[in-house]
């Protein structure tokens, strides 16, 4: 297969980092320690396997890997690409600076989550080269009746140490489903809670999953707070977030897991507040008129 093409971001001499996110770039010119620290590795971390199963690596001492009780997602094959392959990586036009060490383009209506505003102008939709991206998007079932109205990309890279933070998206403007498409290189996808209460650990038989299906694996009851699952994101993998995993469960993406440069481009769709039936309902068939004509620049 022949190298993917894709526009490097220009040379940035400043971060856009503020407050207590910070990159590389400006730990270095600030020196000293930074004003944060890596999370340390979960006692119970836990790698998605296979169709959607989870099994884990435990530093605690455990004979055999554990099942946890997942958040519904759905995650494509690692070759997401089309007719002309190299053309699903080709990411074109200006980048900006945002937050820890991560640079962006965003295709989407000007936005004031605070104040639950927005504006239409300037908008002019997805970018021309995601037509066929949505396209392949709806050839899956559980995205048969998915329209974006907003695509960002975010370009991470070890240099710059870029991250994010866990964090939940917006519910008042985006839908239900978050869709990440990973190009370039692969990464992990940690995802979290903050909830009080316990999940339960179910030990995987040998077989797992299949075992699992009538029998009363051993379990133990481990604090939400101790439990990170982690979701590898092969190359050109698609990624549907739904549920709980939109909802309750909280998504990052670690520095130590940005071991190559990356190209994200999440995909979400509108509230139900901006669909038929809603209270913003003309908004919302303006925003999607505009998203869907493929004429954005970032």
Same mark, same amino acid.
């Given at each position: 297969?022949?190298?993917?093409?894709?526009?490097?971001?220009?040379?940035?001499?400043? %971060?856009? %980092?503020?407050?207590?996110?910070?990159? !590389?770039? %400006?730990?270095?010119?600030?020196?000293?320690?930074?004003?944060?620290?890596?999370?340390?590795?979960?006692?119970? /971390?836990?790698?998605?396997? *296979?169709?959607?199963?989870?099994?884990?690596?435990?530093?605690?001492?455990?004979?055999? *890997?554990?099942?946890?009780?997942?958040?519904?997602?759905?995650?494509?094959?690692?070759?997401?690409?089309?007719?002309?392959?190299?053309?699903?990586?080709?990411?074109?036009?200006?980048?900006?600076?945002?937050?820890?060490?991560?640079?962006?383009?965003?295709?989407?209506?000007?936005?004031?989550?605070?104040?639950?505003?927005?504006?239409?102008?300037?908008?002019?939709?997805?970018?021309?080269? /995601?037509?066929?991206?949505?396209?392949?998007?709806?050839?899956?079932?559980?995205?048969?009746?998915?329209?974006?109205?907003?695509?960002?990309?975010?370009?991470?890279?070890?240099?710059?140490? /870029?991250?994010?933070?866990?964090? !939940?998206?917006?519910?008042?403007?985006?839908?239900?489903?978050?869709?990440?498409?990973?190009? !370039?290189?692969?990464?992990?996808?940690?995802?979290?809670?903050?909830?009080?209460?316990?999940?339960?650990?179910?030990?995987?038989?040998?077989?797992?999953?299949?075992?699992?299906?009538?029998?009363?694996?051993?379990?133990?009851?481990?604090?939400?707070?101790?439990?990170?699952?982690?979701?590898?994101?092969?190359?050109?993998?698609?990624?549907?977030?739904?549920?709980?995993?939109? $909802?309750?469960?909280? $998504?990052?993406?670690?520095?130590? $897991?940005?071991?190559?440069?990356?190209?994200?481009?999440?995909?979400?769709? !509108?509230?139900?507040?901006? %669909? *038929?039936?809603?209270?913003?309902?003309?908004?919302?068939?303006?925003?999607?008129?505009?998203?869907? /004509?493929?004429?954005?620049?970032?």
């Amino acid at each position: 297969m022949a190298a993917a093409v894709v526009a490097a971001p220009e040379v940035l001499r400043e %971060c856009g %980092c503020k407050g207590i996110r910070t990159c !590389l770039i %400006c730990e270095r010119q600030r020196g000293g320690d930074p004003p944060w620290q890596h999370s340390p590795q979960s006692d119970h /971390s836990s790698p998605l396997g *296979p169709g959607g199963s989870l099994t884990a690596n435990l530093h605690a001492a455990t004979p055999t *890997p554990p099942h946890l009780p997942h958040p519904p997602l759905a995650s494509g094959p690692g070759s997401f690409t089309g007719p002309r392959g190299n053309d699903m990586e080709r990411v074109e036009g200006r980048w900006g600076l945002t937050t820890q060490g991560r640079v962006k383009q965003d295709y989407g209506p000007k936005v004031n989550f605070r104040k639950q505003k927005l504006k239409t102008a300037g908008f002019q939709g997805l970018p021309s080269f /995601s037509r066929e991206i949505v396209r392949r998007m709806g050839l899956y079932p559980i995205l048969e009746d998915f329209r974006p109205v907003e695509q960002c990309n975010l370009d991470y890279c070890p240099e710059r140490g /870029s991250a994010i933070d866990p964090h !939940l998206d917006d519910t008042w403007l985006w839908g239900e489903r978050l869709v990440s498409l990973n190009l !370039l290189s692969p990464t992990v996808l940690s995802m979290s809670r903050e909830a009080p209460g316990s999940l339960l650990l179910c030990l995987a038989p040998s077989g797992f999953p299949e075992a699992l299906e009538g029998v009363m694996a051993p379990s133990r009851s481990v604090l939400c707070q101790e439990v990170e699952v982690a979701v590898p994101l092969p190359r050109r993998s698609l990624l549907v977030l739904t549920g709980a995993a939109r $909802h309750q469960w909280k $998504h990052a993406i670690h520095r130590r $897991h940005v071991e190559a440069r990356r190209v994200c481009a999440t995909f979400r769709e !509108l509230s139900a507040e901006f %669909c *038929p039936g809603g209270r913003q309902q003309e908004l919302g068939q303006e925003l999607l008129q505009i998203s869907l /004509s493929f004429q954005g620049r970032p």
